[in-house]
């Protein structure tokens, strides 16, 4: 194998734990939205936990973070407008993808 070689390897490999990193956080990210969205209703863990379930399932069937906003947005009914939702998604994809790099560190 020559160097190019395994240079093209090594950036494959990052570019792949890179995205598996990424997924992550945004799956941790869906539930912590749906632990915020079910306090907000006054829910119990119970269904916080099925809302998030729900909240993943939604995601990875579209891949679009509109998917979610609109998710949550329909789920909230008017407790939330979807500039709050957006800027909830936002503080809590910084918080998963911390604790992900620290798991990932430890």
Do not use: C, P
Request: overall charge negative; proline content about 0%.
């Amino acid at each position: 194998m020559t160097t190019f070689d395994e240079r093209e390897a090594a950036f494959e490999n990052k570019f792949a734990h890179d995205e598996k990193m990424q997924f992550i956080a945004r799956m941790r990210r869906n539930r912590f939205m749906a632990v915020w969205a079910s306090a907000l209703k006054g829910e119990t863990v119970e269904q916080a936990r099925a809302y998030g379930q729900e909240l993943v399932h939604t995601d990875l069937q579209n891949v679009s973070e509109d998917d979610v906003v609109e998710a949550v947005k329909g789920y909230l009914g008017n407790l939330a407008d979807e500039t709050k939702i957006r800027e909830k998604m936002v503080e809590l994809l910084v918080e998963a993808k911390e604790q992900v790099m620290a798991e990932a560190e430890s």
